[in-house]
Nanobody, 125 residues
Framework: QVQLVESGGGSVQAGGSLRLSCAAS?????KGWFRQAPGKEREGVAAIYTASGITYYADSVKGRFTISQDNAKNTLYLQMNSLKPEDSAMYYC?????????????????????WGQGTQVTVSS
């Protein structure tokens, strides 16, 4: 059974930092972070290919967020720096066990991903 448990959300002022964690049992080919603000579509924020460590970032967070993994601890991280009010959202961890040919990591996670329960991030101006 897939278990993804996020933690690390909270409230912070603009310009501040937070680090999200996702405990993921088992091996996954792709892992990533999505976010969803009220009234908006779920947005793929960052993804990582577990074996190679290749990463992907949405343009909106490039240069500010860093996705990383600790495979020994089966944990995925999202370091968020220089936070902006528009980063406020529920953040979800997602993971897919198998390679999905013809898809990017974000596409595979969005379509086939298992999801955590989410952790709220609120950035005040």
């Amino acid at each position: 059974q897939v278990q993804l448990v996020e933690s690390g959300g909270g409230s912070v002022q603009a310009g501040g930092s937070l680090r999200l964690s996702c405990a993921a049992s088992g091996y996954y080919y792709y892992k990533g972070w999505f976010r969803q603000a009220p009234g908006k579509e779920r947005e793929g924020v960052a993804a990582i290919y577990t074996a190679s460590g290749i990463t992907y970032y949405a343009d909106s967070v490039k240069g500010r967020f860093t996705i990383s993994q600790d495979n020994a601890k089966n944990t995925l991280y999202l370091q968020m720096n220089s936070l902006k009010p528009e980063d406020s959202a529920m953040y979800y961890c997602a993971a897919v066990r198998e390679q999905m040919y013809g898809m990017t990591a974000i596409q595979a996670l969005r379509r086939f991903g298992s999801w955590g329960q989410g952790t709220q991030v609120t950035v005040s101006s």
